[in-house]
Every structure is written in structure tokens, then in C-alpha cells.
């Protein structure tokens, strides 16, 4: 049985609280570790560290950082099949999407090792006589990072690199679902160089979490998860003058115009909507059929979706799809099936009830497919978070346009078709975060930054890339003067440039 603690201070701790809640391997449906859940001393005890990393960390040159990032980089590298294992066995997602998600997450690490091109400030000599001016960014402070289960290594990587190398200290508050990848990032980045207590890691559930948030020397707070979460915790942390983004759930919607190709769109809508168990952000949950291409579509993903290996996400045969992550969610997810037909549905696939050999207990749920969805229904209203596709069929590109619109989520999206006038239009007109035009899951480059419209964040800035850095760092303006010995005398006036 895995024994998951904190991480402080350069190393392991169980701290005070005995509270613990199980880890399982969905593949299996066993419990195989338990982790520990913090309380309010727990809280403090790790605040502390992080305050007084700070006092030294964000005195670090910019070579002494980006030294030890250039060798955390070569550890993620070298460790990247055991981080994707860990990941697998807790998540339960296939072995090559872990291997994925580490490789996205090292992305934002290299973005990282950039910090001194990145940190830059402008400089304008002569605004006035003898005054030069200038700007700077300064780190924020402590910084709390609480992430979900769906990428339990990639979305911490959005966060403490970059905000590490701007000179803050971090706090991982990672899922409690799946805690292992935390540790192991954490040991590693000690192993590169990192000063203890530069990167904490608290594990817990709510209660932990409050007592970030409520913490006076807990300077902002980075959030990924659900929508009424991720509400929450903005309110909180913003009613105690922290800096906030806060990323929530979503509702992807992907529109393929009757001129698309049908089967590369049927290829996209089955990957999004079904890799990892459809348990990501960023999965297609809806497919618009525009005009009459409904009619082939479905077919065309019918057949990929009976094509698909489910199974253990690390048997050595390569598989496409693994286990739910527990069995709660499965059972949860199963529900819509017969809420959807209750509503009037018609359920093209039903994956309940999919038997794996050699995992009985597994918490398998196959692909399900609905067609003739409206947007009244339920099962196009909650975002369900598994592999549940839903087709809805519309006359015009200007009634798909409007349902992804009128949707509170605005996290990904995407269009499908050979009309660039269309897809231009799209791309402009659409009130997402993050647009696809036949890329089905749009997730940005670590030099760009990620993050969606509406209920899906709230805060101002998106995670990594350029604006990771801006929610990093203070901004600093900078006025100077040295003054010419001739130039003398008080002046009451507003200072204006002379
Ligand atoms: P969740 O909201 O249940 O949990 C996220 C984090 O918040 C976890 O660390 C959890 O311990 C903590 N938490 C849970 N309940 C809390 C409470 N009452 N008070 C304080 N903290 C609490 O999300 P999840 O189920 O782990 O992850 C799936 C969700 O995350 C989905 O909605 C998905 O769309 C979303 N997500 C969004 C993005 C994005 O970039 N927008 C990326 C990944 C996942």
C-alpha cells in the first residue's frame, strides 16, 4: 500500500494530520495507497516554509534559476515513462496519453528555462530633462496551485515552473485522486538544484484548500477544476486580496460543416471525444452536424468507435481507451445514459456494461454515442466528463454558431470543414478561449497560453506562456533622475515631461 505524503523542506512528511483518503487503480478497481489530507497546522507549517523560501529564492540571479531548470528538464526527460506509469496506475488513462500529458507539462519547463529573455523590462532614456524611465517584473510572493485529477503531472507543470523561475515559491495542492505524480516532480526538481522549500507540496482535500485560500501570507492562487470550484475558490481568494485565476469546467462543442471530409471528421470527433476516457477539459462532448452531414457522420464514427482496444492503461498490449478514474464517476457518468433516453435521446452506442478480462473489477465504461440531442436536455446542459459524445443536428452554420455561443462554458472548440471563409468568420465570431478549425482539441503551445471565456475562468489571465508570466510578476515602474548639476529649484506643478 502506497504511504502518500507532503513534500517540505526538500523532502517527504507526514506533518500532523492523520486524516487519509484512498488512492485506487481504476484498472484494477483496488485500492493501492492512501493519502494523506492536511489540516489547518498542516497549513501553516508548510505557508511558513514557502515564506521563507521566498526571502532568498526571489533574491536568485536568473542563471542560478534557469541552471537548475535546464536540469530539471534533462530529469523530466529521463524519467518520463516512470511519471506516465504513475500517472496511469492512479488516472487510469492509457500509457502513451501519460506519456503525452508529461511531455506537454515539460513543454512549459522549457518555456520556463527562457525566464531571462522572458522577464525583461523596456527602457525609455531622456522622458524628460535628465530623467530616464523604465519598468521591471517583480515576483508576486507565495503562490498556491491547486489542480484537478484529469492531468495530474501536465496541469501542475502549467503552474510551478514558470512561476518558480519568476522568482515566487509554490504550493502544489494536487488532486487527492491521484497524488503520486506530485512527489515524484517534486523529488526531482530537488534532485536538479532547487532550494528546499522553493517547491512545496500539501496533499488534501477542501479543508486544505480553505486554509490556502485563507492564509495571509499565501500571496495568489492558480486553480484548475470545475466550474462551481473554481467559482468558489476566485470568490474566496479575491475577498482576501489575492491574485486570482481560477479555471473551470467546460463544454466543447466541435461543428462540422456539410463540405467537411466526414472521415477526417469523424477521426477527431472519436479521438476528442473519447482518448482518455473523455475525461478532459479539453474533449470534444458535442458534435454540431450542420445540415444533412449528421447522416453520414454517424456511421462513420459508429465503426472507428467499435474499432477501439479498451483495456488496463498499462497491459502491454497498446491500448486507445482505459478505466474511469473511480468508480463513483463511472457510476455517475453511466447515469446519463438513461437520463438521456428519458429525455427523448436516441442512444446510438450504450458502453454500459463492458466486461474486461482479467479486471472484473475495473471501472470500465465504454464509449456511448446520443444523437438527436436539443439543448434543453440534460445531457447537453452538464458537462459529464466521460466518454459520452453527443450529436446534435442544426439547418445552418449561423444556429451551430449561436449554440456555442448561448453555452455558458467557453473553454475549446472547434469547426470542421474545407470553407475558409467560414472557418475565418468562425475563428473571429466564436466566444470560446481556445479555437480549432479541423483540429479538434486546440490546446496551445507552451509559448502560448491556455485558457477559456465565460464560466470557464475567472480571473483575467490564462495559465503558462506569455501570460503565466504577467500572472507571475508584479509590475514595476520605474522613474529616475540624476539630476544636472546646472538644473536646480522647487517646482509644485504635477511633474510633466520638459
Ligand atoms: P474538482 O473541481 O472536483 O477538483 C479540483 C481541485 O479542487 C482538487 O484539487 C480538489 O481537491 C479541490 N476541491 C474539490 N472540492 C473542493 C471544495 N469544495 N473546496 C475546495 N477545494 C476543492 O475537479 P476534478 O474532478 O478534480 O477535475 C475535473 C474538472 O476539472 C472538470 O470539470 C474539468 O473540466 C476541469 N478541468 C479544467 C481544465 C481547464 O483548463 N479549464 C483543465 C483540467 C480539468
Known sequence: MNHLNHWIDG????????????VTDPALGQQTGSVLLADGSDVDAIVASSRAAFETWSDASLSQRTNVLFEYRRLLVEHKDELARAISSEHGKVFADAQGEVQRGLEVVEFACGAPNLLKGEMTPDVSNSVDAYSMRQPVGVVAGITPFNFPVMVPMWMFPMAIACGNTFILKPSEKDPSGSLLMAELFSEAGLPPGVLNVLQGDAEAVNGLL?????????????????????????????RVQALGGAKNHMIVLPDADVGQAADAAVSAGYG???ERCMAISVVVAVGDVGDALIPEIVSRTAAL????????EP????????????????????????????????????????????????????DRVTADMKIYVDEIFGP????????????????????????????FTNDGGAARAFQRDVKAGMVGVNVPIPVPMAYHSFGGWKDSLFGDTHVYGPEGVKFYTRYK???????DPAERGVDLGFPQAR
Open 11 to 22: 523532502q517527504r512528511s507526514d506533518l500532523t494530520s492523520t486524516r487519509t483518503a484512498p
Open 214 to 242: 485563507d492564509h495571509p501570507d499565501v500571496d495568489a492562487v492558480s486553480f484548475v477544476g470545475s466550474t462551481p470550484i473554481a467559482k468558489q475558490i476566485y470568490q474566496r481568494a479575491t475577498a482576501n486580496g489575492k
Open 276 to 278: 482518455s476516457a473523455g
Open 309 to 316: 482496444k479498451i483495456g488496463p492503461g498499462l497491459s502491454d
Open 319 to 370: 491500448m486507445d481507451m482505459g478505466a474511469l478514474v473511480t468508480e463513483a464517476h463511472r457510476e455517475r457518468v453511466s447515469s446519463y445514459m438513461d437520463l438521456g433516453l428519458g429525455e427523448g435521446a436516441e442512444l446510438v452506442i450504450d458502453g454500459r456494461g463492458l466486461a474486461i478480462d482479467g479486471h472484473p473489477d475495473g471501472f470500465w465504461l465504454g464509449p456511448c454515442l446520443f
Open 388 to 415: 459520452v459524445l453527443c450529436v446534435m443536428r442544426v439547418d445552418t452554420y449561423e444556429e451551430a454558431l449561436a449554440l456555442v455561443n448561448d453555452n455558458p462554458y467557453g473553454n475549446g472548440t472547434a469547426i
Open 477 to 483: 515602474a520605474v522613474t529616475v533622475r540624476w539630476p
